[in-house]
């Protein structure tokens, strides 16, 4: 059989198909065309007046309506959602938030932290405080680590702090006498100190003999800072505020670093996170000084990572520190304070700057991120407690955070301070430009006695 057969064989056979295609189609066309004039055609014979009603077709029967089901709660709420569903998924995303947090909190606060015990059930975890026994931080969180299970050791250099600690009156809360001004004294203290924990001792006659573990070293420079202008800040005032924060705090590290590598404890430094986040005006030894903290424990993590032992940095916000020390830890006004610090500053120095430090002063005071909320600020600071839940966290979770942010004002500032414009920062501190009048002969800036008459008025 040739091609064209094929070909003439293979057209016959599909002509069924294409009839069979084109006879539906004719018909359903057919059928809508008669139902369309059927349609229209008894719409004309229903609505003709000539023609008798009894000859008229009958119409087709009324559609049956449902009354409306009056609806219920559920019924209208669902109606409201669909109606809308923007606003519906704000007050979800805002409640699903608000309820997480809120669980986490009471989750954080409701579970029970107590350090380990020996099997005897004595006391064996030892935590090492360094930092000023007259600072409100350092005893609260003394007597906090030490009411959940710890023995606790409180560095002391003078014998005024250590009748401090002693004054407490707490059994297990004992005074280290460490002087880091004296290498070869240090040494031997820790080398003691070492030895101390690793001899066995009985809890009680004929008990199983127990030995101490070190948990932890928790540094905690002071967190007083001078603050004032650049101009006026002496080459001796930065001098004594870097050997009492930087080099005293770094000292004191070296002395333990052993006792961490033997004991894989953990170090733990607390710092302030407001200023140095914001890094205003007038506060540049504050700034400078945690920043060489924090590049400081940054180095010591990569070198002990190798060994084990975790490196902490704690943020801290503002606490309420009233209910600890008393009347005797509250600072004194913001507003008589800025007032001493100005009068000691010659007459050029504030007609330059007093009106901005008084202007950052008192808006720093309000926001509770400078003269700290809860002391004396516009904004109550967070409870010590966070601290102490944060603290007893990072000595005894499995994988502790490099960075905790506790306390009021901590991450927020944080994250102003790193996404937000300095100049944005400075507005919002309440710093504006001012005119500095020149000095000419004898005359100290006649315009500047017109600006310091105006800082007068503001504090």
Same mark, same amino acid.
């Given at each position: 059989m040739s091609s064209d057969d094929q070909y003439f064989l293979d057209m016959l056979s599909s002509i069924p198909n294409d009839v069979k295609k084109y006879s539906l189609e004719l018909a359903d066309a057919i059928e809508?065309?008669?139902?369309?004039?059927?349609?229209?055609?008894?719409?004309?014979?229903?609505?003709?007046?000539?023609?008798?009603?009894?000859?008229?077709?009958?119409?087709?029967?009324?559609?049956?309506?449902?009354?409306?089901?009056?609806?219920?709660?559920?019924?209208?709420?669902?109606?409201?959602?669909?109606?809308?569903?923007?606003?519906?998924?704000?007050?979800?995303?805002?409640?699903?938030?608000?309820?997480?947090?809120?669980?986490?909190?009471?989750?954080?606060?409701?579970?029970?932290?107590?350090?380990?015990?020996?099997?005897?059930?004595?006391?064996k975890e030892v935590v090492v405080i360094a930092g000023s026994p007259n600072e409100p931080i350092t005893r609260s969180l003394s007597l906090d680590l030490e009411r959940r299970g710890f023995v606790v050791y409180v560095v002391v250099s003078t014998v005024e702090e250590e009748q401090l600690v002693r004054n407490e009156s707490r059994v297990d809360i004992h005074p280290l006498n460490l002087d880091i001004v004296d290498p070869t004294s240090t040494e031997q203290t820790i080398n003691h100190f070492t030895t101390h924990l690793l001899s066995p001792r009985h809890a009680f006659p004929n008990s199983t003999p127990h030995t101490l573990t070190l948990a932890g070293v928790i540094l905690i420079p002071d967190t007083t800072y001078p603050s004032g202008p650049i101009e006026t800040l002496s080459?001796?005032?930065?001098?004594?505020?870097?050997?009492?924060?930087?080099?005293?705090?770094?000292?004191?590290?070296?002395?333990?670093l052993r006792p961490l590598l033997s004991f894989h404890a953990r170090l733990l430094l607390l710092t302030p996170s407001i200023i140095p986040s914001l890094a205003p005006p007038f506060h540049a030894i504050e700034a400078a000084t945690v920043a060489a903290l924090d590049a400081f424990t940054s180095t010591l993590r990569a070198e002990l990572a190798p060994a084990n032992v975790p490196v902490i940095s704690f943020k801290l916000g503002t606490f309420d520190c009233g209910a600890v020390g008393g009347r005797t830890h509250l600072q004194s006004s913001p507003e008589h304070a800025t007032r001493a610090d100005i009068l000691s500053w010659p007459s050029f120095v504030r007609a330059t700057y007093a009106k901005n430090y008084v202007a950052q002063?008192?808006?720093?005071?309000?926001?509770?991120?400078?003269?700290?909320?809860?002391?004396?600020?516009?904004?109550?600071?967070?409870?010590?407690?966070?601290?102490?839940?944060?603290?007893?966290?990072?000595?005894?979770?499995?994988?502790?955070?490099?960075?905790?942010?506790?306390?009021?004002?901590?991450?927020?500032?944080?994250?102003?301070?790193?996404?937000?414009?300095?100049?944005?920062?400075?507005?919002?501190?309440?710093?504006?430009?001012?005119?500095?009048?020149?000095?000419?002969?004898?005359? =100290?800036?006649?315009?500047?006695?017109? =600006?310091?008459?105006?800082?007068?008025?503001?504090?």
């Open positions: 809508r065309q008669t139902n369309s004039v059927s349609a229209a055609l008894r719409e004309s014979l229903q609505s003709a007046t000539w023609i008798p009603q009894s000859v008229k077709p009958p119409r087709p029967p009324p559609r049956r309506v449902i009354p409306a089901i009056p609806q219920g709660y559920i019924g209208r709420a669902q109606e409201w959602v669909l109606k809308h569903q923007a606003l519906t998924a704000a007050i979800l995303a805002f409640l699903g938030t608000g309820g997480f947090l809120v669980y986490r909190k009471r989750k954080l606060y409701g579970r029970k932290r107590r350090a380990k015990r020996a099997s005897n059930g004595a006391r080459p001796s005032l930065w001098s004594d505020t870097l050997n009492t924060k930087i080099l005293a705090t770094t000292t004191t590290t070296r002395a333990f002063s008192s808006a720093g005071s309000t926001r509770g991120c400078i003269n700290g909320g809860g002391n004396g600020g516009g904004v109550k600071g967070s409870p010590l407690r966070e601290l102490h839940n944060g603290v007893f966290d990072a000595l005894t979770v499995n994988r502790p955070r490099n960075v905790w942010h506790v306390g009021n004002g901590s991450l927020v500032y944080d994250v102003v301070g790193k996404w937000v414009p300095a100049g944005i920062v400075g507005w919002m501190l309440g710093i504006r430009s001012v005119g500095v009048g020149r000095e000419e002969g004898g005359e =100290e800036g006649g315009e500047g006695s017109v =600006e310091w008459e105006k800082v007068e008025r503001m504090v």
